[in-house]
């Protein structure tokens, strides 16, 4: 179920341009456990309801499409952001592309 969440995640960075790195036509187990390191099961589904650049979301955006509250949404979000996982700028939120997240320290 947890490689689930991170492959679900994986897909969207795989929207980017960039893509996310693969192997053998899958997800790289590398990126997966990555993943895993800088998101926790519960980070990683959330920020799966995000859209990638360039079109950012509200905190209510991202609820409604994961059918949550919003205000049990915004603070997962604020968190993220503050760990450098997730872009967040004047209310709004969006993944990082790839190359910024795989170099994140």
Do not use: Q
């Given at each position: 179920m947890e490689e689930m969440v991170y492959k679900k995640l994986a897909e969207k960075f795989d929207m980017y341009?960039?893509?996310a790195p693969k192997k053998a036509n899958d997800f790289s187990?590398?990126?997966?456990?990555?993943?895993g390191m800088l998101y926790t099961?519960?980070?990683?589904?959330?920020?799966?309801?995000?859209?990638?650049?360039p079109e950012p979301m509200?905190?209510?955006?991202?609820?409604?499409?994961?059918?949550?509250?919003?205000?049990?949404?915004?603070?997962?979000l604020g968190h993220l952001v503050e760990k450098g996982v997730v872009l967040g700028f004047d209310g709004q939120y969006m993944l990082p592309?790839?190359?910024?997240?795989?170099?994140?320290?």
């Open positions: 341009v960039t893509g187990p590398a990126f997966l456990k990555y993943l099961p519960e980070e990683a589904e959330l920020a799966a309801f995000l859209s990638v650049a509200t905190a209510k955006e991202v609820a409604d499409k994961a059918g949550r509250p919003a205000d049990e949404v915004e603070p997962v592309i790839v190359p910024i997240l795989v170099n994140h320290y």
